[in-house]
């Protein structure tokens, strides 16, 4: 039997029978990702295997260096083919990682090619799928087509102009492709050259001076609404912890001269300025109706050497280990005060908080909206099997899992589509098991729209992305 066949990794026949009649056929709402718009506007072709399998995924930069694989061959000048025989050289020796299963389905749904990657296999799977990446399939519309891709989020920096956010939208394309607002930048007040290289940027966006806190808001405002224009329905916020800390108009405003002046904020005055902004943000998107993504418990930019060779996001960040449950409750609560808190999607990075974020949610739904704070998919390092799995179980012990809107890429890559497929495999056979242990009713009334929810209902209806 092929590794990857119809009923791979669904252990019972309760499991099989659910996903082939209830997810298999699902649409995708892709929600959060880090997908370029410019290859989506431009249906961009690529050259070989190397460009859009290993091009930007630091998920395989890691295994690769890992494997003792040099950095020419990961982000480096190597030649595309000796790049590719060095990810094949190491996914043999990724087995138990979840990238052994990612590399088997990508190759298996968007190359039909059915064999194991190996140094030796190497040569017939480059010749052959490179000859399928002369096909429209195998572009961004192509594989949205092929996906059913309904729609997704981009991320995007509020100083974007959103060029091809407009081109995209004026085009014929069928899916979706919404910005996402993400103004991480504005917070770094300790980086006084960070932080007025993007108030520059800022200005320049937003045709206004931004030589006060008060022109900042205004400016943020702006950019918001000009969002909002363009389709944007979701923010988003990579932060290690909330920030959740008083702090009066005028410190903040204090702060915010200090920084433009070029002089660092000190941690406690970044925590006041950082909670100040975060709460701005919060009204903002409670006022129109949008989604705020948290995305808490990284430690960025571990290794310095890395940073300063390649910047950001190459793989050098790891799971922090930072208390959440504190500041993130008073953050949520001072906007459920003053009746402006968003709807809003929490993901954790550290399993160990798991119990915390599902049993948080619970503390601030009102009724007005099913699900209205919800619990994220397992994200970046839980976004694999026994972390998908332990995020549901724990949802569902102490929330709704029937109303959990599911499964994101959180990519760069157009091959992660998979990782959905994957996702929905890891739902029905725990659904499956449940049945066959008679901890859960043989009903397909009662598991069928559950799962149809999860894999993409709930999302169309939550998030409300315009049509």
Excluded at 153 to 175: E, F, G, M, N, R
Excluded at 399 to 412: A, P, V
Aim: glycine letters at 6%; a negative charge.
């Amino acid at each position: 039997m092929s590794f990857i066949h119809d009923d791979f990794l669904l252990q019972t026949d309760a499991a099989r029978r659910l996903y082939h009649q209830f997810a298999a056929d699902e649409p995708i709402l892709d929600y959060h990702t880090h997908l370029p718009p410019a290859e989506i506007a431009e249906n961009r072709r690529y050259r070989d295997l190397a460009e859009i399998w290993l091009g930007g995924d630091h998920y395989k930069w890691r295994a690769m260096r890992a494997n003792g694989v040099p950095e020419r061959y990961c982000t480096g000048d190597a030649e595309p083919y000796e790049k590719f025989l060095a990810w094949a050289r190491t996914v043999p020796q990724t087995l138990r990682n979840p990238l052994y299963h990612w590399t088997h389905l990508e190759l298996a749904r968007y190359f039909g090619i059915d064999e194991l990657l190996s140094e030796e296999s190497a040569p017939r799977i480059w010749a052959a799928a490179n000859e399928r990446l002369a096909s429209d399939d195998l572009t961004p519309r192509g594989i949205f087509k092929t996906f059913k891709v309904r729609a997704v989020c981009s991320t995007d920096d509020p100083v974007d102009d959103l060029h091809w956010h407009k081109q995209i939208a004026a085009s014929d394309l069928p899916t979706g492709v919404f910005p996402t607002f993400r103004p991480d930048r504005v917070l770094d007040v300790d980086q006084p050259d960070v932080f007025n290289g993007w108030i520059e940027k800022l200005q320049a966006a937003a045709n206004t001076s931004v030589d006060s806190l008060a022109l900042l808001l205004d400016a943020l405002r702006q950019r918001h609404d000009f969002f909002h224009e363009a389709g944007c329905r979701l923010s988003d916020h990579g932060l290690e912890r909330c920030f959740a800390a008083d702090c009066t108009e005028a410190a903040a405003a204090a702060i915010f001269d200090k920084a433009r002046a070029g002089d660092a904020a000190t941690p406690e005055q970044k925590e006041q300025f950082a909670s100040y902004l975060m709460h701005y943000f919060g009204v903002l998107d409670a006022e129109k109706g949008w989604t705020k993504q948290l995305h808490l418990g990284a430690l960025r930019n571990a290794n310095s050497r890395l940073m300063a060779q390649l910047g950001r996001d190459v793989g050098g960040d790891s799971i922090a280990d930072v208390p959440q449950a504190a500041p993130l409750a008073r953050y949520l609560d001072r906007l459920e005060q003053e009746n402006s808190l968003p709807k809003t999607v929490l993901y954790n990075l550290n399993p160990a908080d798991n119990a915390v974020f599902a049993t948080m949610i619970g503390n601030f739904q009102d009724g007005s909206v099913a699900g209205k704070i919800q619990w994220g998919s397992g994200w970046w390092f839980l976004d694999q099997w026994d972390g998908m799995t332990e995020q549901m179980g724990m949802l569902a012990n102490q929330g709704l899992l029937s109303r959990f809107i599911g499964m994101l890429t959180d990519s760069r890559s157009f091959l992660s589509y998979p990782r959905h497929e994957y996702f929905r495999r890891c739902l029905c056979d725990m659904l499956g098991t449940d049945v066959e242990r008679g901890a859960l009713p043989d009903c397909d009334d009662l598991l069928g729209p559950l799962i149809k929810g999860v894999c993409y209902g709930n999302a169309r209806e939550y998030l409300g992305l315009p049509e």
